[in-house]
């Protein structure tokens, strides 16, 4: 009895972590660049330094203040081009924490479909990695770009994302999953939201940029389209992205201007839900669009002497409706005349008839191109604001 007594006793002690690794063996991959290089592809690791993270932080001194560290390897394949990266490194990499994938436009344009399998497979990767692509520039040029605030050029992408999509919905937030899904949906093309330097390249590379009161940073902003063989098909600008949002219901907030006259009347949207139905009748696509929201006057413009009255609050309305059913038109149109939808109408069209959407799933994209839409928008105006002049 005490030989089992005093082997239960020791059994905790022989136990371990056999997977837990010291942090100081570890390089911690924060962001990565993919860009299309003359014989494959080039990879950019961006690793982190933490020493400098609290060093720009203000809790050391002495710190070089660029908490970050850009590794480039070149490749034939996707797995060379890390091999050559990774063979930089000194320490085993870690890639857990990875947050953004930046797809450079030349690589965008030639097909990312083995970079994205790539990531798909990868053991370490996590579900919610941002993937976007750089607008008319390389990865490793956005990557390279030291931002103000957020001193990590990936996580300042990353917030800024989250950033607009909470407050302005002008641009999308698309992980490894969203996309595979969209790609995956038969008749839909795939969508990601773009990142681009906004202002003097040359600068960007340098410390003295974020020392300057008036730094140039990177943006987010617009919306990259990939057809079913991955290639880059064309860009959405914001407005067309918030109509995108607003159909996929995944608008949060949003702004609407109606001119008056040299300027604007701004609207506030705290809330937007959107209805679509899609019809296949006689040879043609029906697809109708209803639209919900509550919305707040933001800005007056020429109307900010004008005394609020049932009268104007209808005109308001009125007007705000036709802007908003304007826009989501106008989108949907844009993208009917590239023979590409992005809004999922064919898979709503599956989803409640299968047999009819076997019949005609390979002409999606001319039905869709030649299909009648309608756009209902239902507003109520909740607040006009404070309309009268206080000057």
């Known amino acids: 009895m005490r030989k089992w007594m005093f082997l239960l006793f020791c059994l905790p002690l022989l136990s371990s972590c056999g997977t837990q690794q010291e942090l100081n063996d570890l390089t911690i991959v924060i962001g990565m660049g993919v860009d299309a290089a003359e014989e494959g592809y080039q990879i950019t690791l961006q690793l982190v330094d933490p020493s400098e993270i609290s060093s720009a932080a203000g809790i050391s001194p002495g710190g070089k203040a660029v908490p970050v560290i850009n590794m480039v390897g070149k490749g034939a394949s996707i797995n060379e081009a890390f091999q050559a990266a990774v063979s930089k490194i000194s320490r085993k990499t870690f890639y857990s924490h990875l947050a953004v994938v930046v797809i450079g436009e030349d690589l965008a344009k030639r097909g990312i479909g083995e970079m994205i399998e790539h990531l798909e497979r990868g053991s370490e990767v996590r579900s919610s990695l941002l993937i976007m692509t750089a607008k008319d520039q390389t990865a490793l040029e956005v990557l390279s770009a030291l931002p103000p605030l957020t001193k990590v050029p990936a996580l300042s992408a990353l917030g800024k994302t989250e950033n607009n999509l909470e407050n302005f919905s002008t641009v999308t937030r698309i992980n490894i999953i969203d996309w595979a899904k969209m790609n995956n949906q038969s008749g839909m093309d795939a969508f990601m939201p773009g990142i681009y330097n906004h202002g003097d390249p040359n600068v960007f590379k340098r410390k003295e940029n974020i020392e300057q009161s008036e730094p140039y940073s990177t943006a987010v902003g617009y919306t990259a389209v990939y057809g ?128 009819q959407w076997k019949s005609i799933k390979n002409q999606w994209p001319e039905l869709f191109g030649q299909a009648e839409i309608e756009v209902h928008a239902d507003t109520e105006l909740l607040r006009g604001g404070v309309v009268e002049s206080h000057i």
């Open 228 to 355: 079913k063989d991955t290639r880059l098909k064309y860009w959405l600008g914001p407005e067309e992205t918030k109509a995108l949002l607003i159909v996929h219901n995944q608008a949060k907030r949003a702004y609407i201007n109606t001119p008056c006259d040299h300027e604007y009347v701004s609207y506030l949207l705290p809330y937007v839900k959107s209805e679509s139905k899609v019809r296949y009748t006689e040879g043609k696509v029906k697809i109708r669009v209803n639209v919900k929201t509550r919305s707040e006057v933001f800005s007056l413009g020429c109307l900010k002497d004008t005394k609020m009255s049932r009268a104007v609050i209808r005109d308001l309305e009125k007007q705000m409706t036709e802007e908003l059913e304007k826009e989501i038109t106008d989108a949907i149109a844009a993208s009917q005349q590239k023979q590409s939808d992005i809004y999922g109408f064919g898979e709503m069209l599956s989803d409640k008839n299968p047999q």
